[in-house]
């Protein structure tokens, strides 16, 4: 039995709301069923562990801990081949893609989990640029190796960038994680009837602008692109304010440097190294 945390379905009715425009197949994502590229090699019964760094799954990339590339272990949702985020740790695996900025993708996965080992409920957080990440769970105490029990979820963002990373992140330790299969992307454009009932509020042109109103988002549309929405980009305006701020405390400092030339402050004390004891790493847990 999977378990989605309330932020994760909050974001898909978001994005359902928010977007009703046209919903188009991606091609962008290289590989989301995790197939044998030519690099596979089955040493480990079944599965092969890929370690941080390891680029046999290229385009995917092990950004953190390790991953297990399974083949005959278990049967995969769709194809051959699936994941283990958890291989003998915790791993992250990615992808990035060329995205429009704008368009909303909805991304699909096949979630299960290794039923070999504890713990029975399995964890992951899924991510992308522009995106709030999102926690999923997955009970597997119901599954065994020869059924896995593959249920879909989904995860949607709003592209802000020219292209965007899409992350997912076991948050189970050990070597029995949450299982990945089946990742496909839907993209969404956007049109002038999804700036109707505040859609516009949760929207973006192509530029990144945001909309200060209905009648802005619409004048985008409108032109084709045109007229761009009236706000900038989050990120800008944040760091234009940031370097206000920053502007502002170096007038106050000066002004307080100047008013207590002679005020002496007393040198802070230093601060006592901690010593570190070493710690012992447990050996990797077969599966």
Excluded at 14 to 28: E, Q
Excluded at 43 to 67: K, R, Y
Excluded at 209 to 223: H, I, L, R, Y
Excluded at 266 to 272: F, I, L, S, V
Aim: aromatic share 8%.
């Amino acid at each position: 039995m999977q378990r989605r945390t309330g932020l994760g379905i909050a974001l898909a009715l978001i994005a359902t709301l928010a977007l009703t425009g046209s919903a188009l197949a991606f091609t962008g994502l290289i590989n989301g069923s995790f197939e044998d590229n030519g690099n596979y090699v089955d040493v480990s019964g079944g599965f092969e562990e890929l370690t941080a760094g390891d680029a046999s799954l290229a385009p995917w990339t092990v950004d953190a801990g390790s991953i297990d590339w399974i083949g005959t272990y278990w049967p995969a949702q769709d194809g051959a081949m699936s994941i283990d985020l958890s291989g003998t740790s915790a791993g992250t695996l990615s992808q990035t893609f060329a995205t429009t900025i704008g368009n909303t993708y909805t991304v699909s996965f096949g979630l299960s989990g290794n039923p070999a080992g504890d713990p029975a409920v399995k964890t992951l957080d899924v991510s992308a640029t522009g995106g709030t990440p999102a926690s999923y769970s997955y009970d597997a105490s119901g599954n065994d190796l020869s059924n896995m029990n593959w249920t879909t979820e989904t995860y949607s963002f709003l592209a802000t960038s020219a292209s965007s990373t899409l992350s997912f992140i076991s948050t189970t330790d050990g070597a029995f994680g949450p299982a990945l299969d089946n990742v496909v992307i839907t993209e969404t454009v956007p049109t002038k009837d999804d700036c109707k009932q505040g859609g516009w509020q949760t929207m973006i042109d192509t530029a990144g602008n945001a909309f200060k109103n209905q009648g802005d988002c619409v004048s985008f549309f409108a032109t084709k692109g045109k007229n761009l929405g009236a706000l900038p980009p989050v990120a800008a305006a944040g760091a234009a304010e940031a370097a206000s701020s920053a502007k502002h405390a170096d007038k106050q400092q000066t002004k307080v440097t100047t008013k207590h030339t002679t005020e002496r402050h007393a040198p802070k004390a230093k601060a006592k190294a901690k010593s570190h004891s070493s710690h012992g790493h447990g050996s990797k847990k077969s599966k």
